[in-house]
């Protein structure tokens, strides 16, 4: 079973800065599988990216995502205010996912 | 527009079973999987199992076979998930969300918007 681990679990940032998250799998898999989710308090996850760089529909383009393999990143160009969140990795082919980092605003 | 609504907020007690509803519209229900993920407070995502409403075949995470009873009404169009001998850390909400599109995986691209769950004595 592929395991998926994000660092870090919480970065503090401000509006405006980059934001870098990563997402590490215990094995290699097809990046056509990874998928990033944005959640916020009390509301359900939000499909980010899909096959591991494709933006979701109506998702902004300060969010971009990379890899391969085993190392997998989402960068968010520059921070808004709605970007301070939780963001999950997925690997779709298993359907697991990996343990979350908060993004929190410094 | 594509929606799943699911049923209300349960309490239960330990040991009992709790049955979640998930009503979609908006698509073909036959045509994606069904997937079941939990949360608990403060914690992630937990990936439950899933169902092909087309089929009712079902796939359960290894930690949730024997207590987890993923099932369907093409009917009306509903999913539901059945969690047994209800212990306090099921405390939890819980979320359908579409997932695998007839054969080809996808991401999981709409959810709802969750039920609580909360097991008490």
């Known amino acids: 079973e592929i395991v998926l681990t994000q660092s870090p679990g919480t970065l503090s940032l401000s509006p405006g800065e980059r934001a870098t998250l990563s997402c590490r799998a215990s094995q290699s898999f097809s990046s056509d599988y990874l998928a990033w989710y944005q959640q916020k308090p009390g509301q359900a996850p939000r499909l980010l990216i899909y096959g591991a760089s494709n933006r979701a529909t109506g998702i902004p383009d300060r969010f971009s995502g990379s890899g391969s393999g085993t190392d997998f990143t989402l960068t968010i160009s520059r921070l808004e205010p709605e970007d301070f969140a939780l963001y999950y990795c997925?690997?779709?082919?298993?359907?697991?996912f990996g343990g979350g980092t908060k993004v929190e605003i410094k | 527009q594509v929606q799943l609504v699911q049923s209300g907020a349960e309490v239960k007690k330990p040991g009992a079973s709790v049955k979640v509803s998930c009503k979609a519209s908006?698509?073909?229900?036959?045509?994606?999987?069904i997937n079941w993920v939990r949360q608990a407070t403060g914690q992630g995502l937990e990936w439950m199992g899933w169902?092909?409403?087309?089929?009712?075949?079902?796939g359960y995470a290894q930690k949730f076979q024997g207590r987890v009873t993923i099932t369907r009404s093409t009917s009306i169009n509903t999913a539901y998930m059945e969690l047994s001998s209800l212990r306090a850390d099921d405390t939890a909400v819980y979320y359908c969300?579409?997932?695998?599109?007839?054969?080809?995986?996808?991401?999981?691209?709409?959810w709802g918007q969750g039920t609580l769950v909360t097991v008490s004595s």
């Open positions: 969300a579409r997932g695998r599109f007839l054969e080809w995986l996808q991401p999981f691209d709409y």
């Open positions: 997925q690997q779709y082919g298993s359907s697991l």
């Open positions: 169902i092909n409403p087309n089929s009712g075949n079902t």
């Open positions: 908006g698509y073909t229900f036959t045509s994606y999987d």
